[in-house]
């Protein structure tokens, strides 16, 4: 079981790097290109709410960078899960390939991304003095995200194959949700009769703890991690349970 394990960790890595190089072959910027996305927005965001409305948020552009790092891994992430089944159908007629890796493939990649980005915010905490040893807690918490996403990748992707409005559907939700969750806000600012709407989306709580240990932002109460943390294992059983019921009708949907 664990060299199985192992070998199929080991194709998710192979195909996900494959795709990034891919992806980004013959451009002058390559694989930098989804931090160049990134740092673009960024720039209009702290323009937009240090200049135009000014928030009043110390330390601005760490608070939103780190907020655009957590939420385009999930927003990316998901998106491209969705329709992993079907932008892979080669891989789906072949009997050997596990279709349970397609979304965590398109996850991975997503992932890679964030960590191209990583190095540069871990320089930008450096410079302001507030790198430490707790930064390490993001494994476990981007462990968590991951969990919440895998669960997520297998409900839409299985749910595309049968009706193909899923993408659409999934797309407009991300763009919802990006507003729903405090990337370029704090959530203290909301009306606290709306806050409890805010933390509806698990999202909320991990950008919230990322900035906790980045940037020795308020960490939100162990009560929302240990929810979150469950919530994402629930998604993630429920999610592998949808899509293998589904997938025997993949070949004849593809």
Request: contains cysteine; aromatic residues 10%; neutral net charge.
């Amino acid at each position: 079981m664990s060299l199985r394990m192992g070998h199929l960790r080991d194709v998710v890595v192979h195909i996900s790097l494959s795709e990034v190089a891919a992806a980004h072959r013959f451009t002058v910027l390559g694989a930098l290109w989804p931090l160049a996305r990134q740092l673009a927005q960024l720039g209009v965001l702290v323009f937009v709410f240090s200049s135009v409305v000014d928030l009043g948020i110390p330390d601005y552009p760490s608070f939103v960078f780190v907020g655009l790092l957590v939420w385009g891994w999930f927003a990316s992430g998901i998106a491209a899960a969705t329709g992993a089944v079907l932008d892979r159908r080669h891989l789906v007629f072949q009997p050997a390939f596990p279709d349970t890796m397609l979304p965590l493939i398109a996850i991975t990649v997503a992932l890679i991304d964030l960590l191209l980005a990583l190095p540069v915010l871990l320089v930008i905490v450096t410079v302001s003095g507030d790198l430490r040893p707790a930064v390490l807690i993001a494994v476990p918490l981007l462990g968590i995200q991951a969990l919440l996403m895998v669960g997520l990748g297998w409900l839409c992707c299985a749910a595309a194959v049968y009706l193909r409005d899923v993408r659409n559907i999934v797309g407009v939700g991300l763009l919802l949700l990006f507003y729903m969750t405090p990337v370029f806000y704090e959530v203290g600012r909301a009306p606290e009769a709306a806050r409890w709407v805010l933390y509806l989306n698990p999202m909320t709580t991990l950008v919230e703890a990322h900035r906790a240990i980045f940037l020795r932002q308020p960490a939100p109460s162990a009560l929302a991690l240990v929810l979150v943390t469950a919530a994402s294992l629930l998604t993630a059983v429920v999610g592998l349970l949808v899509f293998r019921r589904l997938q025997p009708g993949f070949v004849d949907e593809l």
